[in-house]
């Protein structure tokens, strides 16, 4: 998972915050209206919607790359992380989480919803493979295979941990402190440890077991 989180560092800059934004039907796709949406203005409400936050644009801005950082140590791909981020942050603004526990909701959050991509199937395998470990060029063909493929089991074992384990093993590999996660997962600090060595335990036990059945 190491190698995943350098895909969420590039391009630290936040985006401008975002509000819904009608998607493309045509041409331009799924980039096009990732365009649109960090384009929008975050004071702006669209009719019969909920008023958006007003701190909403300074937290996305403060906490946009963690955000990222974290959906991209689940699902290897700068790209998909961006679009996690935006439903992540979409959510958010219309929300009423206090502003000093929004960093911890955000990453919580973004744990979650990247998750529930991973299990319910809606990656696109080109994406990953077009992704791979960041790398412009490959010295070798059959060591991006294994490379892919290995990284591909991870996250299929990943996704079949509970669910509080894989998130607090996603929060830790992705820079927050031991207080952090407690915080986030509403756990004890003293608990951390314990329930992210569990995670990993249950990561190895996942990924040995599949291994042999193969």
């Known amino acids: 998972m190491e ?38 203005v975050a004071g702006s409400t669209p009719p019969g919607r909920a008023a ?53 909701w955000l990453c919580v959050a973004a744990a979650h919803t990247a998750l529930n991509h991973l299990r319910s199937g809606r990656r696109r395998a080109s994406r990953e493979e077009a992704a791979g470990g960041g790398d412009p060029v490959y010295p070798d063909v059959a060591d991006t295979v294994v ?3 290995e990284r591909r089991r991870v996250r299929a074992a990943l996704a079949r941990l509970p669910r509080k384990q894989a998130v607090a093993l996603v929060l830790r590999h992705s820079g927050l402190s031991y207080a952090e996660v407690a915080a986030a997962l509403d756990l004890s600090p003293a608990s951390v440890g314990t329930t992210v060595r569990r995670a990993e335990s249950a990561l190895r036990e996942e990924l040995n077991r599949h291994a042999s059945s193969d």
Request: net charge neutral; glycine share 10%.
């Open 3 to 40: 190698e995943d989180v350098e895909l969420a560092r590039r391009g630290d800059t936040a985006p401008a915050a975002v509000v819904p934004a009608p998607p493309s039907s045509r041409g331009g796709g799924r980039t096009a209206g990732r365009a649109e949406r960090r384009d929008a």
């Open 52 to 104: 958006v936050r007003p701190d909403l644009e300074q937290l996305f801005r403060a906490a946009y790359p963690r955000v990222v950082a974290v959906a991209a140590r689940v699902l290897g791909s700068r790209t998909e992380a961006e679009d996690v981020a935006q439903e992540v942050f979409l959510t958010f603004g219309r929300s009423s989480v206090p502003g000093g526990q929004a960093v911890g």
């Open 147 to 149: 490379t892919l493929d």
